[in-house]
C-alpha cells in the first residue's frame, strides 16, 4: 500500500502573508496552476482513493488530482489544518515581531499552541484516527491536506517522535509518498 501525500496551492491567505488555519481561502491563480501541475505529475502513479481536508484550497487541489485520476473525491474533516485560535487570520509578521509567543511555536510548533487554538498533540490525535481509517482499507490513497496535518501524517506513519514533523516542509506542486512494506512505512519520495 502506498500513501501520497500533496500540499494544497498557494492561496490567497499565503500571498497575504496570513497567520491562519481554518480559515476558508481560495487557490490564487499560481495555485490553481500548481494544482493541476501536481496532477498531471500524479498521472503515472497507482491511486486507488483520494481523501482530502474539505477545506477550499485542499479540495480545489484534490479535486484537480481526483479528475486527473478519475477518482472520487472524499473528504475527511480530520485532514482540516491546525485551528490557529486567536492567532486565526492575522498577519504574520506584524505578530511575529510583536508577540514572543508566535516566535517560540515558529521555532517548534510541537510543544508550543496559539492561545485558544490547537495543540499539536491533539492535530497529531485527529491526524492519526483519519490514517488509521485509511490505512485500514488497504487501498492506494492519495490525501491532499496542509502543512501541519502532513507534517504530522509522515511522523506518524514513519514511527517518528512528534518532534519529527516540524522537520518537513511540503511544497506545494508536489507530492511524496510512503510505502508500506510488510507493515513498515518507508518514506519513497519527498516533495517530488
Not at 502543512?147 to 517518528?160: C, E, I, N, Q
Amino acid at each position: 500500500m502506498t500513501i501520497y501525500l500533496v500540499r494544497h496551492g498557494e492561496s490567497e491567505c499565503n500571498v497575504k502573508g496570513m497567520l491562519y488555519g481554518r480559515t476558508d481561502c481560495a487557490l490564487t491563480e499560481l495555485g490553481r496552476r500548481q494544482a493541476a501541475a501536481v496532477a498531471e505529475k500524479l498521472r503515472g502513479e497507482h491511486i486507488e482513493r483520494c481523501v482530502a481536508s474539505p477545506l477550499i484550497r485542499a479540495s480545489d487541489t484534490a479535486g484537480a488530482a481526483a479528475s486527473a485520476l478519475g477518482l472520487e473525491l472524499e473528504y475527511d474533516e480530520r485532514l482540516m489544518e491546525q485551528d490557529m485560535g486567536e492567532w486565526e487570520n492575522v498577519p504574520f509578521m506584524e505578530y511575529f515581531k510583536s508577540d514572543s509567543r508566535v516566535r517560540e511555536m515558529m521555532k517548534d510548533w510541537t510543544v508550543v499552541a496559539p492561545p485558544g487554538g490547537e495543540s499539536f498533540d491533539s492535530l497529531r490525535r485527529r491526524v492519526a484516527a483519519a490514517l488509521d481509517d485509511i490505512v485500514a482499507a488497504g487501498k492506494d490513497t492519495l490525501i491532499v491536506a496542509h502543512a501541519g496535518p502532513l507534517s504530522a501524517a509522515t511522523a506518524v506513519l514513519l514511527g517518528l517522535p512528534d518532534s519529527a514533523a516540524r522537520r518537513f516542509w511540503y511544497e506545494q506542486g508536489c507530492w511524496t509518498s510512503v510505502d508500506n512494506a510488510q507493515g513498515i512505512f518507508k518514506l519513497r519520495f519527498f516533495n517530488k
